[in-house]
């Protein structure tokens, strides 16, 4: 399964493009593939540090028994450093019990229900004219586009988040890791 794994991701590596691929999506694969066959999207998110402000947040919104759940879920997961280029004093202000509704509309703007590899995602783009809209668990809409060789997700305010490592899988879904937080 490890083996499979990584054959699938070098191969998606390959037909991406190396041109995206951060330090960090180099240095945490083994990590990621090693949790993933035993981990839930939430488990493995917990397991890697890069993850530690989007697994505050989830706890902060009451959804890791959810997003622990049977699934399957594609979860589009912003990093540390993403959280990071919100204005200073989101993530603080965000988490407070008092804003909890907005935490959660925001968190599950970047969940879809159903598991969408990275293939299944730029097949879909593809047979869709270069753009294809994802609904989300949240209710509202990403679209996901391709340009030179990488996968945006554009929000509903046009706000636009490059998927910098794929197919992390999970035992309830899968992880694409973006690089900017999505809102709805």
Do not use: R
Not at 73 to 91: I, M, Q, R, S, W
Request: charged share 15%; proline share 3%.
């Amino acid at each position: 399964m490890k083996k499979l794994m990584k054959v699938s991701l070098m191969s998606l590596v390959l037909i991406l493009g190396f041109g995206q691929m951060t330090a960090w999506a180099q240095h945490n694969d083994q990590a990621a593939a090693e949790n993933s066959a035993k981990a839930s999207v939430v488990g493995i998110a917990a397991s890697l540090d890069d993850f530690s402000t989007l697994v505050t947040a989830v706890k902060a919104a009451e959804l890791v028994e959810t997003l622990d759940g049977e699934g399957p879920f594609t979860v589009f997961a912003p990093t540390n450093e993403a959280f990071g280029k919100l204005p200073e004093g989101t993530v603080e202000s965000l988490v407070q019990p008092e804003n909890k509704e907005m935490l959660t509309a925001i968190l599950t703007y970047h969940v879809v229900a159903g598991e969408y590899n990275a293939a299944a995602v730029i097949e879909a783009i593809n047979n869709s004219g270069g753009s294809f809209t994802i609904p989300t668990v949240q209710g509202g809409e990403l679209t996901a586009t391709l340009s030179d060789g990488n996968v945006i997700i554009t929000d509903a305010q046009g706000n636009s988040a490059t998927v910098v490592q794929t197919d992390v899988d999970a035992s309830n879904g899968i992880i694409h890791v973006i690089d900017k937080v999505v809102l709805p």
